[in-house]
């Protein structure tokens, strides 16, 4: 199993960046995806969910309206379009694989993490 970010950088408050995560060795589409993010001394926080059925995404509270995230299947990857950026932005942001089999937990996989820098 693996996942790959990729996107981040370092960008002035207002901008935007484009993340993606491409995964490989699992069955991407059966499987909910999220990205979270953890700044320094800062717990990690869930950004945005988009589940394995297509159903309703989720977000943290202060992203909202600002990010949008998005998964192609065929591609075996999944983004979050961050708008309007702001300093308090500025984290490492994971991607995050995981599904349940009936009661079971599988995964959660993680990636190694992209470092995003929001500053003027």
């Known amino acids: 199993v693996q996942l790959v970010e990729s996107g981040g950088g370092l960008v002035q408050p207002g901008q935007s960046l484009r993340l993606s995560c491409t995964a490989s060795g699992f069955t991407f589409s059966t499987y909910d995806m999220s990205w979270y993010r953890q700044a320094p001394g800062k717990e990690r926080e869930l950004v945005a969910r988009f589940p394995s059925n297509g159903g309703g995404t989720n977000y943290l509270d202060s992203v909202k309206g600002r990010f949008t995230i998005s998964r192609d299947n065929a591609k075996n990857t999944v983004y979050l379009q961050m708008n309007s950026l702001k300093p308090e932005d500025t984290a490492v942001y994971l991607c995050?694989?995981?599904?349940?089999?009936?009661?079971?937990?599988?995964?959660?996989?993680w990636g190694q993490g992209t470092q995003v820098t929001v500053s003027s």
């Open positions: 995050n694989a995981k599904k349940f089999f009936l009661t079971t937990l599988i995964g959660p996989y």
